[in-house]
């Protein structure tokens, strides 16, 4: 028999571990051993046993054959990786910056196998002329056990395992002994463990409304006349989204592939999955982070064994083993939920781009507030655009109004309600309609602002908020320029400056105070860390159950709610001052989003904006629900500034324990990269200069060009492969990042 040899990637995430290491495979695994199967292999000089992935097949090898150590074992309880993952690995550790490792685990969401649930029965095997005589036999040789299971199975002629077990006693060897004897037989059914409800009474599709249908017919004649694209789908906030991902879905599944669709976890609700269960029964399957191991194991099972045609999750969801994939749908596309903040700190967006084109599948972006990047990549023949311009049913969009906080302090207004939010609110509690309150909390960094006048302390070099520390210190964590913090409003003298803050708690004891009859129900971090807790607090208010829902961006996501016509946005600022350059962007999502939520129904719905800066683009835009306006102000600042998409950002990270050597080798780092010819800010200290004794630094880089800093990120782990850098020193690589640092 001919030689065989693997390449394996040992199971380390150590950067001067981050290449294949040989070893032959014994005869005894030649028939068994696969691409993508975890293997267990003596390891370094002590031929320590270690874990490894198998990467690669051959019949030869580049090393000396007589000094290549042997494969121990194939590691059974583990899952594997689909080969075709591998590939996907191999290319997001290229373009994001990782080990080879540590991208195999990011698309092997699911990696132990854990034991399967499963009914099992007895089955009587013989006729009922021969079981009588065999029953007087075992009395008569006084075999009792074996007489009360053939009694048993004479009158039922199959008892489930449980029955013989404990209710008959009967020993396992008894049971195995009858079935060697061909008496009898065990079956064993296999189930999934189920993560959520049974689906109910599937239910007709809707008629879809002329621009629903367009973008439906346009899909199904590109898929059939195989041609795969990724399409955004821009439609305004309650224009029907679902349905046209919903026809398209039914249209891949007819082709006999299957779907994968994202949802930022915080929207990936009963009330959303029910939507698609609805539609299409138990083809679906949900994934996520609240399941359990075995939940997990099985919805990861089902996909690989085509017994389920429709994946639903967060980001994870995009690296279900589906056989045939045909398409990929990213709900929400906006949301920086689709980037991982771990290394790998790849997007979802790009990652199932490339994984559909290596499976020959389209892909839909869908969002009322897209990002950025995908509308310039729509409007530059990237993707494919479409646009859904009225809400679904004719609904009309609802009446949007901006109070100037500022104005309601002059008034003597000190409420954290202005006067015509609360008075609606009365109007609401009175007529039995539904309030939702929500809190901007969303990228709070402790800017500062004065309460009087409403401006905002910003950095004189970036254009973007200074950061309050608690040394008195208001500090830029993106050039690092520093000054004492302000006493007094340098735009109107005021001494009310202080960093802004509220939580739903204050706001929660407020609306008791206020309006003591109320039934408030909240939700945010603190409420939903159970299991089902979304699931319950939704249902509750859906039901009735309530007359106001308080809570922080969790409540703005895809939900309907029918009574809901008011909503209110207690402090739209917030997030408009986080420092970070995507705070205007976030602000507008944020404000559309939850305007959205009024009105859905029959009765038509206001929104109440409160704001200290009540001029500000993003808040006017968001009032209007005018995309197009936010898109056309907001790519000109990106521009002028040179931020993503208009270019592109490496951010490099540093942390050490030797806060002098961290910042000299950052420098040195951010001197390589000037040589370069690109543009390089920094280094300055992060947001949070130390952590847990690890001091923090960064490295901004930029260019027109992504493949140039994916190059420049190349030459950088080269040199600190070479000079052994990461032995003392973490560094990390984030592209286009969607939070500050």
């Not at 065999?134 to 006084?142: A, D, P, R, V």
């Not at 520390?469 to 009310?496: A, F, I, N, W």
């Not at 309907?560 to 917030?574: H, K, Q, R, S």
């Not at 835009?621 to 995309?627: F, G, I, L, R």
Request: hydrophobic share 35%; glycine share 6%.
């Amino acid at each position: 028999m001919e030689a065989l040899y693997a390449d394996i990637i040992i199971n380390i995430s150590h950067e001067a571990l981050d290449r294949v290491f040989g070893y032959k495979v014994p005869f005894s695994l030649v028939s068994e051993i696969r691409v993508g199967q975890q293997v267990v292999v003596p390891f370094g000089r002590s031929n320590k046993e270690q874990k490894g992935y198998v990467v690669r097949l051959s019949s030869d090898i580049d090393y000396d054959k007589s000094k290549v150590k042997e494969i121990l074992r194939i590691e059974t309880n583990h899952v594997g990786v689909e080969s075709k993952m591998i590939e996907l690995a191999a290319w997001i550790r290229k373009n994001y910056g990782s080990t080879m490792i540590q991208a195999l685990k990011t698309v092997l969401p699911v990696q132990d196998k854990v034991a399967r649930k499963a009914h099992k029965h007895i089955e009587l095997c013989i006729d009922s002329v021969h079981g009588p005589a065999l029953l007087s036999e075992y009395l008569g040789k006084h075999y009792v056990a074996k007489a009360r299971l053939l009694a048993a199975l004479l009158d039922h002629q199959k008892i489930p395992w449980e029955m013989a077990s404990k209710d008959l006693k009967i020993p396992r060897s008894t049971v195995e002994g009858m079935e060697r004897d061909g008496i009898l037989r065990v079956v064993t059914e296999y189930y999934y463990r189920n993560p959520g409800s049974n689906a109910g009474q599937k239910k007709p599709p809707k008629v879809l409304n002329p621009q629903q249908r367009r973008l439906a017919d346009e899909f199904r004649e590109d898929f059939l006349q195989g041609q795969r694209k990724t399409y955004l789908l821009h439609g305004v906030t309650g224009s029907g989204k679902t349905e046209v991902y919903l026809a398209a879905i039914e249209e891949v599944i007819r082709q006999g592939r299957q779907v994968i669709v994202l949802i930022p976890e915080i929207a990936l609700t009963y009330q959303t999955v029910t939507r698609f269960t609805e539609r299409f029964g138990d083809k679906v399957s949900i994934l996520n982070s609240r399941l359990s191991k075995g939940e997990k194991y099985d919805q990861w099972l089902r996909a690989k064994n085509g017994d389920a045609e429709i994946m639903i999750g967060p980001r994870s969801a995009l690296f279900v083993p589906f056989p045939n994939l045909g398409l990929i749908i990213i709900d929400e596309e906006h949301e920086g939920s689709y980037k991982s903040e771990q290394t790998p700190k790849y997007h979802a967006r790009e990652v199932a781009i490339e994984k559909a084109r290596m499976e020959n599948a389209s892909v839909i972006l869908g969002s009322a507030t897209p990002s950025l990047e995908s509308y310039k990549n729509a409007l530059d023949g990237r993707y494919r655009l479409w646009e859904l311009t009225k809400r679904a049913k004719e609904a009309v969009m609802p009446q949007v109004y901006i109070e100037d906080l500022r104005e309601e302090l002059k008034c003597g207004n000190r409420s954290m309600f202005s006067r015509r939010l609360k008075s609606l609110m009365e109007e609401r509690l009175n007529r039995g309609e539904q309030i939702m309150l929500f809190l901007n909390r969303r990228g709070y960094a402790g800017f500062v602002s004065c309460r009087s006048c409403g401006h905002v302390i910003e950095c004189p070099h970036c254009d973007v908020s200074m950061t309050y520390h608690r040394d008195g210190t208001l500090r830029c964590h993106y050039c690092g320029y520093e000054q004492p913090m302000v006493q007094r409003c340098p735009e109107c003298g005021s001494p009310y400056v202080a960093a802004f803050g509220l939580g739903t708690q204050k706001v929660e004891a407020a609306l008791y105070r206020e309006f003591p009859k109320a039934r408030v129900l909240r939700m945010d971090m603190d409420t939903t860390r159970k299991k089902h807790s979304h699931e319950e607090i939704l249902s509750a208010f859906s039901n009735g159950e309530a007359d106001i829902l308080v809570g922080t961006q969790m409540i703005v996501k895809g939900h309907d709610f029918a009574n809901v016509t008011l909503v209110g946005i207690l402090a739209a600022d917030l997030s408009l001052h986080a420092n970070d350059y995507r705070a205007g962007e976030r602000t507008f999502q944020l404000l559309t989003q939850a305007a959205g939520r009024a009105g859905r129904g029959e009765k038509t719905g206001e929104v109440v904006i409160q704001t200290y800066s009540p001029e500000h683009y993003s808040i006017v835009t968001a009032a209007k629900q005018d995309y197009h306006a936010f898109y056309k102000e907001e790519i000109s600042y990106r521009t002028m500034l040179q931020y993503p998409p208009v270019w592109q950002m490496l951010v490099v990270f540093l942390s050490g324990e030797d806060n002098a050597r961290v910042k000299a080798l950052a420098g040195t780092m951010a001197e390589m990269v000037r040589h370069m010819d690109l543009m390089v800010i920094g280094p300055s200290e992060a947001s949070f200069g130390k952590i847990n004794d690890q001091y923090r630094w960064v490295i901004y880089i930029k260019n027109k060009n992504y493949d140039t800093l994916v190059q420049a990120k190349d030459r950088l782990e080269e040199w600190i492969d070479q000079n052994n850098i990461r032995k003392n020193v973490l560094v990390n690589f984030d592209f286009n990042p969607m939070n500050s640092y």
